[in-house]
T-cell receptor, first 116, second 109 residues
Framework: GAVVSQHPSWVICKSGTSVKIECRSL??????MFWYRQFPKQSLMLMAT?????????EQGVEKDKFLINHASLTLSTLTVTSAHPEDSSFYIC????????????FGPGTRLTVT | GQNIDQPTEMTATEGAIVQINCTYQ??????LFWYQQHAGEAPTFLSY??LDGLEEKGRFSSFLSRSKGYSYLLLKELQMKDSASYLC??????????WGAGTKLIIKP
């Protein structure tokens, strides 16, 4: 089956620094990748939709200047949390679509970010 | 607005059967997913229903009624490892995934 990886799996950083999270589709090309955030005991919240070679589409309420998304190739998308604050501490999950249908969505294992 | 409703938490006994319900109101419908999510991990795919009826896959079955905006996930012969959150998600007419808040299932011996 299709595999999506994320790196790092967990990261601790100091307030004010920036953190980059990578999402890779290992055995397929992903024209579209999604970035989600999940706070404890809550469901996934879609942050943005990332298409290869174009600007990401951010959901309402998500600051695009704070959460920088780059989808440079068909197998790699990155999310950079700039000037991180403790309230940005969360579980960040990416997913990728193998074909054109959202039903073929595969999730990465997630990245646990803790900002101190 | 669009919303997905599921119970927040359910408790069941090992070896028993449990049904987790999901009702939805979305702008259009292009399918419904059920995912399982263990604490601290990403969701894993369980089922995808786009037509009415019951689909069985081993111990897990998923049912859909589009006219009622209703689905359920049925888990049989419960095992301790089934303790997890179960997420219902609907694909709307814009092919966006609308997520429910999840149902935390607690299995007791």
């Amino acid at each position: 089956g299709a595999v999506v990886s994320q790196h790092p799996s967990w990261v601790i950083c100091k307030s004010g620094t920036s953190v980059k999270i990578e999402c890779r589709s290992l055995d397929f090309q992903a024209t579209t990748m999604f970035w989600y955030r999940q706070f404890p005991k809550q469901s996934l919240m879609l942050m943005a939709t990332s298409n290869e070679g174009s600007k990401a589409t951010y959901e309402q309420g998500v600051e695009k200047d704070k959460f920088l998304i780059n989808h440079a190739s068909l197998t790699l998308s990155t999310l950079t949390v700039t000037s991180a604050h403790p309230e940005d501490s969360s579980f960040y999950i990416c997913s990728a679509i193998a074909g054109l249908e959202v039903s073929e969505q595969y999730f990465g294992p997630g990245t646990r970010l803790t900002v101190t | 607005g669009q919303n997905i409703d599921q119970p927040t938490e359910m408790t069941a006994t090992e070896g028993a059967i449990v049904q987790i319900n999901c009702t939805y109101q979305t702008s259009g419908f292009n399918g419904l997913f059920w995912y399982q999510q263990h604490a601290g991990e990403a969701p894993t795919f369980l089922s995808y229903n786009v037509l009415d009826g019951l689909e069985e896959k081993g111990r897990f079955s998923s049912f859909l009624s589009r006219s009622k905006g209703y689905s359920y996930l049925l888990l049989k012969e419960l095992q301790m490892k089934d303790s997890a959150s179960y997420l219902c998600a609907v694909v709307n007419s814009n092919y966006q995934l609308i997520w429910g808040a999840g149902t935390k299932l607690i299995i007791k011996p």
